[in-house]
């Protein structure tokens, strides 16, 4: 299937590393995407996993109410049609509707979705949902527990925040730490 991911507004800056965890795990994995916003990186999965023949789940978790920046009308980043608390979630539904069949989106806040996991039970966990210091380590603190032992991978967008930079650092404290700075992402193999 031709990648169409260019086609949605978003800030994905990490195709090879999506590629490569879909090529890394075998069929029946499980990924998680913490923030998705209008679906340019789901797109992006999902298209791979359909071109490397796998049979992964596939969630995308998401409020799709925006971040705070997206609701300040002062930010660059401003959307206003978040009035409407459905806007992100229809468009992001429209964005992804050939790839629906393996997308799983669930509209609850990454520390309610949390919940729905055990621990130890995903594969690949990618969190790109708040940039802000304390909820970056809350989704981090909530989430490295789900990945499972010896084979998961935690990973996260805007390693180049400060924020992001500083609750990474001071969870992981450099103990399998990897920065890809050409993707923008901090990734973690092996808890």
């Known amino acids: 299937m ?14 090879s590393l999506y590629a490569a965890v879909t090529n890394r795990f075998p069929d029946g994995s499980h990924f998680v995407e913490i923030g998705t916003w209008k679906g340019t990186s789901a797109a992006f999965m999902a298209v791979e996993l359909i071109n490397q023949n796998k049979n992964i789940k596939f969630d995308c978790v998401d409020t799709w109410e925006g971040s705070e920046e997206h609701r300040d009308p002062t930010n660059p980043s401003y959307e ?3 009035i409407n608390k459905d806007y992100l979630y229809e468009l992001f539904l429209k964005n992804t509707e050939s790839v629906k069949n393996i997308i799983n989106p669930i509209r609850k ?8 996991y055990e621990d130890n039970s995903l594969d690949f966990v990618f969190i790109d949902a708040s940039h802000d210091y304390e909820n970056v380590l809350k989704d981090i603190t909530a989430w490295y527990p789900k990945i499972k032992h010896r084979t998961g991978i935690i990973s996260g967008h ?19 730490l990897i920065i890809h700075d050409a993707e923008d992402c901090w990734i973690v193999f092996n808890r």
């Open 109 to 116: 806040a990454s520390l309610d979705a949390v919940h729905l």
């Open 80 to 82: 206003p049609n978040l």
């Open 158 to 176: 805007d390693i180049k925040w400060p924020n992001i930079r500083r609750a990474v650092d001071e969870f992981f404290n450099a103990k399998n």
């Open 2 to 15: 031709q990648h169409f991911y260019q086609n949605i507004q978003g800030w994905f800056s990490f195709p």
